[in-house]
């Protein structure tokens, strides 16, 4: 079945620490891959996208994120983690089949940060 | 600039009740969409506009109603509330379909009892 998932539903992380959170999708063919974020009481936001080229695309707020098509995964990371970072982050598709209409969002990792 | 603006924030509906959610956005987008979040299951896609007067199903239409008179509004129309609309309700908007960026609004949260 076609599905976005996001193996991890809660991570905590010391700020500072490195990141990286996980997304795989299944779908026949490579669909357009996002990774979006809410904070506390907030609509999404989108942190970066990739349709095609190069497997490591750079976001906002100092985010990344690395396709590896090997694998269906589009895992987004992050160096060094700030407070504000605490968050919920949504990794998202756009199928290649249905009119390019339909985002698919996977279940979404709730980050939490240590000081 | 204001985005994307959603009303109410809150509310509160008794079984069989019926409302509308509404959706503005002024940058001049042709797409809209609505979606649901429910704790742990992400987005739903409920209903999407390509322009005036155009709509299509989602996801997880049942329940629900939408029109699109306008490019700036899209408002999201339950009849007969039922508890298991009980969610949080977000609008947002693209410049074009796919690759394009969506912006969301703040969200409204339903509880129907």
């Known amino acids: 079945a076609q599905s976005v998932t996001q193996p991890d539903i809660h991570i905590t992380v010391s700020e500072g620490a490195s990141l990286e959170l996980r997304c795989n999708y299944s779908y026949g063919a490579t669909p357009y891959l996002f990774w979006y974020v809410q904070s506390p009481g907030q609509g999404l936001q989108l942190l970066l996208k990739y349709f095609s080229g190069d497997t490591l695309v750079q976001g906002i707020k100092g985010f990344e994120a690395e396709f590896k098509r090997s694998q269906s995964s589009f895992n987004l990371r992050k160096p060094s983690v700030h407070w504000s970072d605490a968050a919920e982050y949504f990794c998202a598709v756009v199928p290649l089949s249905g009119g390019y209409n339909k985002l698919i969002f996977g279940a979404g990792t709730r980050l939490a940060v240590h000081p | 600039n204001a985005g994307v603006t959603q009303t109410p924030k809150f509310r509160i509906l008794k079984i069989g009740q019926s409302m509308t959610l509404q959706c503005a956005q002024d940058m001049n987008h042709n797409y809209m969409y609505w979606y649901r979040q429910d704790p742990g299951m992400g987005l739903k896609l409920i209903y999407y506009?390509?322009?005036?007067?155009?709509?299509d199903k989602g996801e997880v239409p049942n329940g629900y109603n939408v029109s699109r008179s306008t490019t700036e509004d899209f408002p999201l129309r339950l009849e007969l509330a039922a508890p298991s609309q009980t969610s949080v309700y977000f609008c947002a908007s693209s410049y074009t379909s796919g690759s394009s960026e969506q912006y969301f609004g703040p969200g409204t949260r339903l509880t129907v009892t």
């Open positions: 506009s390509v322009g005036a007067g155009i709509t």
